[in-house]
């Protein structure tokens, strides 16, 4: 959702969104399924050119298991505060700025409108978990055939069990029967 930067008075202006997932590109490419939603609740405030946008950001996906692929249940409840400002902001900076914490804080958008979704997004792609398994003892796919280890077991044929250092064995085996000789 695209918000005119002139719909957003001195005053905090309220929104109140909701989204499918699927809507959200970069979300759409990580989801296992269309399933859900991603909605929030935000106060947006102008001084001058700076947009203050404060509220919580909820969402419900279904994303795959780490391990196996499978639809995975996960849900987020986050608040947050972020600072827009114009892209013409950066520009005058420079190259040779020192950026202190608070600057960054601060995301930049480019003509006369704030990109909601896009903000939305950012907040979501931030939080989602390095590692989402679909149980705790999750077996995960096998590496030969592709099965689900939770589902059924590996058709692979059996592999005889190499020691690590069985190459070192064998090698220093030619050597003993070479000294024999």
């Known amino acids: 959702m695209k918000l005119r930067l002139n719909r957003i008075a001195a005053g905090d202006t309220h929104h109140e969104l909701r989204f499918r997932p699927g809507a959200l590109p970069r979300l759409a490419e990580l989801i296992a399924a269309d399933q859900g939603t991603v909605s929030a609740s935000l106060d947006l405030s102008r001084v001058e050119d700076i947009v203050e946008v404060r509220g919580a950001v909820r969402a419900s996906l279904t994303l795959p298991c780490t391990r196996c692929l499978e639809p995975t249940a996960w849900t987020l409840d986050e608040t947050f505060t972020a600072a827009q400002a114009p892209v013409e902001w950066q520009r005058r900076l420079g190259e040779e700025v020192q ?27 931030l939080n989602l978990p390095q590692s989402l398994y679909c149980r705790d003892k999750c077996a995960g796919l096998c590496p030969g055939c592709g099965r689900n280890l939770n589902q059924s ?14 190459g070192l064995r064998a090698l220093l085996n030619d050597t003993k029967r070479n000294h024999q000789r």
């Open 99 to 125: 950026l202190t914490g608070s600057d960054l804080d601060l995301d930049f958008f480019e003509g006369d409108e704030l990109d909601l979704g896009q903000l939305l997004e950012e907040h979501v792609l």
């Open 153 to 166: 077991e590996c058709i692979c044929p059996p592999q005889p069990k190499d020691h690590p250092f069985a």
